[in-house]
C-alpha cells in the first residue's frame, strides 16, 4: 500500500475516532508495556530523566500514561505518518517533539538524540520487524530499552475465515479481503527469534489473547475501520460503502462474530557493551 494511501486512512478515518477504542485492546495493551516497564525498573524514580521515541505515537496516548505512571522525568519525542495524529497528540503533550513521516524513516529523524526508550507499538503492520530492529538498536543508549507492541498474522482467525466465505465473495464482486498480508510476524517465536538475531537482550514477552465480539456490523465497523485494525482491507473491497440491503444480509448470514486477536507484547534491551 502507498505511503499516501496509508496517510489518508489516518488522518481522515482513523485519527477522529482513535481514542474511542472500542473493545479496549489498545488501552489494554498499553497497559501491560507499562506493566513490563516497571516490573524491570526502568521507571524509578533514582533514575535520571528519560529520552523516549515513540515511533507510531498515534495520538500519545502511551506518553501520557507512560508519564502519569513513571516516577522519572520524561521527555518526549514522537514520530507518526499521520499529521493528524501528531497534532492530537501534541495537544495532548504540550512538550512533544515530533516529526510527520513514515516509520521505515526512523533513521532520518532525531539524528542528535539516543534514547533511553524507543516504542514501537503496532507498528510492524506496515514496518516489517526485520527492517525496524535494527533502526531501533542504532537509535537506543547502551542499557535502553525497547517496548514493542504488535499482531501476528495469526490474530483474526474467525474473521479470516469469514472473509473468504462464498457470502462475501458474491457481496464483493468475487472479491474478498486478505486479512493477513500484513507485515506482521508469525507469533511470539519469530518475535523472539529477530529480536535475539539484532543482539536485543529479551527482558520480558507475552502473548495477549483479547477477546472480540461484534453484535452487528455497525459494532464490527466501529471497532475494525474507524478503530484502524483492518482499515485497508475493509476499504480494499469497499465494506465502507456497504448499502443497507447488503448490512442486512451481513447482518443475518454473519453476525454476529466472536473472534480472538494475538498480540506480542515485548521488553527488549541493548546490551550495555557490545563486548
Known sequence: MKQ????????????????????????RSLSRAIAQLKSEGCLSGVLPSMEVL????????????????????????????????IELAMARIPDLIAEVDDGANIGVHFETTSFDLVCTHFVTGFVPLEQLAP???SKLKPGGCWSFIGGTSQGFSKLQQVSRSPLIKLLFGGHSPRLNDLRTPTDQAEVERSLRNHSFEICEIETFLPQLQFRNFDEFMAFAWKGGWLTPFIEDVGLQNAGRLTQLLLNQFVFPVKDCHQIVIALARKPLSDC
Do not use: W
Open 4 to 27: 499516501e494511501e496509508i496517510q489518508r486512512q489516518y488522518d481522515e478515518v482513523i485519527a477522529p475516532h482513535y481514542d474511542l477504542d472500542p473493545l479496549s485492546v489498545t488501552g
Open 135 to 137: 533502526e531501533i538498536f
Open 54 to 85: 515513540d515511533v507510531g505515537i498515534g495520538t500519545g496516548r502511551f506518553c501520557e500514561q507512560l508519564r502519569h505512571e513513571s516516577d522519572r522525568d520524561i521527555r518526549p519525542y514522537g514520530l507518526d505518518i499521520s499529521r493528524q495524529m
